[in-house]
């Protein structure tokens, strides 16, 4: 397995670049990395799975590292198929981390269509580096991949950023779901984005605007979202009894609830363990979260459920507010019901966030925890 570490320079994401096209020809794993305690838990010294060509490594949403096998065959799946969905091959700006999938697959797009990507370094992310950035993209179709909070600076920003933003034909927007009042936003302001739901275990996006992915199969029948087709992993790095959990007869098991419209759409409804138990009704995490959204005045929330002597969970949020807004709570129970309205409402100036754009939920249920701030 090659380890190739990445600190946010052109050189790194060259070196990086240029290991995953041996990858795809059949050369050594390569594993993308900025952690070094991610990158020994991978074990870099020993032969990778049969049939990996990029390992992503992620201490998951609890913390344990996870290594995620990737073929070729997957990666290029996933590639073949977004070019188809958006209109072609073309060229890419990467904007996103490239150890971890969204950013890495830029690159395999790239490779594939015969492009040379351009690619936004540094740390941060600045609206007038993006746009320097976009400059530089040689030629058309013109994509990008951001998550959630890089398009809202954007939107925010609205100068030179947002300009740029309106040039490319497509933008996919993953790592994190894409609230309705963001998607609002992008389509009054010009800019053409693409909500992708995916993850590392189905090399990136797999479902774009609600539909999947050609030569991808979901299964919304149970309690939970399935997934099948070339584009998911072969397991886990040297996790044998997770794979066998995760990955049978062909489908990925995800940790999401889902529901499949008339139409053919799906709706990814939250994470199932997102559920909060209060007093004997379970409210959904993700449904409260999508009504403080909608109010007026609110940019982002989470919403999580914490111990509670009376109703054994108590449904909690933290907001950030952009301007004056109405009454949240009340807001939450007329669509929701009594009991899916929350019990306390703090505010912060953001929501803490891990990897590429996702909200942390233990952050913010460590910080909601310890009461209320003066």
């Not at 609206?127 to 998550?147: E, Q």
């Amino acid at each position: 397995m090659l380890p190739v570490p990445l600190d946010g320079s052109p050189e790194a994401l060259e070196v990086l670049r240029r290991a995953v096209a041996d990858a795809l020809g059949g050369g050594p794993a390569v594993l993308p990395f900025t952690d070094p305690a991610l990158r020994d838990a991978m074990a870099p010294d020993e032969p990778a799975e049969p049939g990996t060509a990029v390992v992503i490594a992620t201490s998951g949403s609890t913390g344990a590292p996870k290594g995620v096998l990737l073929s070729a065959r997957a990666l290029t799946a996933s590639a073949e198929a977004t070019h188809t969905r958006l209109g072609g091959p073309g060229h890419w700006l990467l904007a996103t981390p490239a150890h971890y999938i969204g950013g890495l697959q830029v690159l395999v797009r790239s490779l594939l269509a015969g492009t040379e990507p351009v690619f936004l370094t540094g740390t941060g992310f600045r609206p007038d580096d993006f746009a320097a950035a976009a400059a530089r993209l040689s030629g058309g179709p013109r994509y990008t991949a951001l998550v959630p909070t890089q398009l809202v600076r954007l939107l925010d920003d609205g100068g030179a950023g947002l300009a740029a933003a309106k040039t490319f034909d497509a933008i996919v927007v993953g790592a994190a779901a894409t609230s309705p009042a963001l998607r609002e936003r992008a389509a009054d302001a010009g800019v053409r984005i693409v909500p992708a739901y995916g993850m590392s275990e189905t090399a990136s996006g797999c479902v774009y605007d609600g539909f999947p992915l050609d030569g991808v199969r979901v299964d919304v029948s149970g309690d939970r979202i399935r997934i099948a087709g070339d584009v998911l992993a072969h397991g886990y790095r040297r996790r044998p009894d997770l794979t066998a959990e995760s990955f049978d007869g062909g489908w990925f098991t995800t940790s999401d609830r889902g529901v499949r419209h008339p139409d053919g759409r799906i709706e990814v409804l939250g994470r199932a363990d997102d559920m909060i138990n209060t007093g004997g009704v379970k409210v959904s995490a993700n449904a409260v979260e999508r009504v403080l959204c909608a109010q007026p005045g609110v940019r982002d929330a989470c919403v999580v459920g914490l111990p509670d002597p009376e109703w054994g969970e108590a449904v909690v949020a933290l907001v950030v507010p952009v301007g004056e807004h109405g009454d949240l709570r009340a807001a939450v129970r007329a669509e929701l019901g009594p009991a899916a309205t929350p019990k306390r409402i703090e505010y912060g100036a953001e929501l803490p966030l891990r990897g590429p754009g996702k909200i942390d939920r233990a952050a913010v249920k460590a910080r909601l925890a310890a009461g209320p701030r003066g």
